[in-house]
Structure formats: C-alpha cells, structure tokens
C-alpha cells in the first residue's frame, strides 16, 4: 500500500479513540446531518444508516491518517538520530 509502507507494521498501533478519529467521525456525522438538512429530510431522524455510515468512515479516515503522521514522524526522527551518530563531533555534550 502506498499509503502506508510495510515499514510502518513494526510501529505500535495508535488507539482506537483518537483526536483525528474524533474530529473525523464528529466531521462525517455532520456531513451527514447537512446532507439530510440540505434535501429537507427530518435532520436527525432520517437516514441513520448514512449517519452510521459516514460517522464510520470519518473514524476510520482518521485513525489511518493518525498511523500515517506517526510513521511519518517516527522515519523523521530515525533518519535524525542516524545523522547523529554519523556526526558525534557537530552534537557534543554539554560538560556541567
């Protein structure tokens, strides 16, 4: 998957319940209520189906895009402590 290298299988999962899931879920349950508002349908009454549906898919997103940041931030940091132990004379330790 392009989206997220095989690489990142060594990396723990996030939670479940995180803040990009949240937002995301909240965002495609939204959605869906303007979508109901918009063809003049009960807002919250009609189609809990497609609230279900697109509360799931919002979380999902969001929980991917979560993986995704916390590969990206953990290749950034390993690429950062290998530039490091590469050039021990440019990261000296402070002598207190």
Do not use: C
């Not at 939204?30 to 063809?39: C, E, K, Q, T």
């Not at 349908?41 to 999902?60: E, K």
């Not at 895009?65 to 931030?73: F, G, Q």
Request: proline share 7%.
């Amino acid at each position: 998957m392009v989206f997220l290298p095989d690489e990142s299988r060594s990396l723990p999962p996030p939670p479940l319940i995180n803040k990009g899931s949240v937002w995301l879920g909240l965002t495609g349950w939204m959605a869906a209520l303007l979508d109901n508002g918009f063809s003049h349908r009960p807002v919250i009454r009609a189609g809990v189906h497609r609230q279900v549906l697109f509360t799931t898919v919002g979380w999902f997103v969001g929980y991917y895009l979560i993986k995704r940041t916390e590969y990206i931030h953990a290749k950034m940091d390993r690429e950062l402590f290998g530039y490091i132990e590469q050039h021990p004379e440019d990261f000296k330790k402070a002598g207190i």
